[in-house]
Structure formats: structure tokens, C-alpha cells
């Protein structure tokens, strides 16, 4: 009985032994059964599984994505609304104060920007007459919106320049 006991600790110490160096998932199992009819020794029975979890992590080309290293006014949840597709980075073209319209570039695409009454201005120009106020063309800028085509409803103007 006793040198059962021995067999049953050392698979016990054994498991917990893997367990402990097993990578991030796991899973243990253990049966145990009693025949108290019989005059035989407990049973005990130890499944131990592992399940190994990869990480795979994709490298952004910061060349052509919106990214933090940009060098522009945006913060971390604009920069990430624009990689979600809800935005564009570029730089500003067929700038018209007068009629507070432009147009903005993002890697050799055009597109028309629309500004409404509840666009929100940040950065340099915080609001619409600051922006129009100075010629921004060629300017760096971030437009948050909705984008229709080759066109942007913004919702947000950060201006960086």
C-alpha cells in the first residue's frame, strides 16, 4: 500500500513539476476512484495537457500608415481611428480660405475634404476661422471622418504645421 502511495505522490510531484514549466495555457485532469467493496489500494489516474499559445505580430510600414512616429498633432485614439479606416493623414492642397474648402493628399490620393458646422479643429487652429485664416497649403494635416470615395466628411481637422 505504502509503496503505491510512493508511485502515486511522485506522478503528482512529476505533474505539478511540468506544470509549472509549461508555457501560458494548461490543463489538468485528474481521476480519482474508490472501491470501497475491495480491499485494493486507491487508484489514481493524471492527465496532464499543454496547449501552447503563439503570438504573431505584424510590423506597420510607417512609411504609408498613420502612425504615432508622424510627427503630427494627433493623439493615440486619433492615430488609431485613422488606421481603423476612419480617417486620412496628408498634406493639404487647393487651399481656399475664402470658401473654406480644400483638398488633401495621402500617398499620392486626392481627396476632397468636406467641413460642416460640427467639424472640430485641433492642434495649431482650434477652430475653423483660425484654420482658414492662414494659408495651410502644403501643410501637414489629419482629417478624421467618414470617408465616401474620393471624398472625407470630416468630423475632426488636427492641423500639425
Same mark, same amino acid.
Do not use: P
Given at each position: 500500500m505504502i509503496r503505491g502511495m510512493k508511485n502515486v505522490l511522485m506522478l503528482l510531484?512529476?505533474?505539478?513539476?511540468l506544470a509549472s514549466c509549461a508555457p501560458k495555457t494548461e490543463t489538468t485532469t485528474t481521476t480519482t476512484s474508490t472501491d470501497t467493496t475491495a480491499t485494493e489500494p486507491v487508484t489514481t489516474e493524471t492527465t496532464t495537457e499543454t496547449t501552447t499559445t503563439?503570438?504573431?505580430?505584424?510590423?506597420?510600414?510607417?512609411?504609408?500608415?498613420?502612425t504615432m512616429a508622424n510627427d503630427d498633432q494627433a493623439d493615440v485614439g486619433?492615430?488609431?481611428?485613422? @488606421?481603423?479606416?476612419?480617417?486620412?493623414?496628408?498634406?493639404?492642397?487647393?487651399?481656399? &480660405?475664402? @470658401?473654406?474648402?480644400? &483638398?488633401? +493628399?495621402e500617398n499620392d490620393k486626392n481627396y476632397?475634404? +468636406?467641413?460642416?458646422?460640427?467639424?472640430?479643429? @485641433?492642434?495649431?487652429?482650434t477652430t475653423a476661422d483660425e484654420f482658414f485664416g492662414a494659408d495651410r497649403e502644403g501643410a501637414n494635416i489629419a482629417v478624421e471622418g467618414a470617408i465616401n470615395g474620393d471624398a472625407i466628411d470630416a468630423t475632426k481637422v488636427t492641423t500639425s504645421q
Open positions: 510531484l512529476t505533474a505539478g513539476l503563439e503570438t504573431t505580430t505584424e510590423s506597420t510600414d510607417t512609411s504609408t500608415d498613420s486619433e492615430e488609431m481611428d485613422m @488606421a481603423a479606416g476612419n480617417g486620412l493623414e496628408g498634406t493639404v492642397m487647393n487651399f481656399d &480660405g475664402t @470658401a473654406r474648402t480644400f &483638398g488633401l +493628399n476632397t475634404v +468636406n467641413i460642416s458646422d460640427s467639424t472640430e479643429f @485641433a492642434g495649431i487652429a
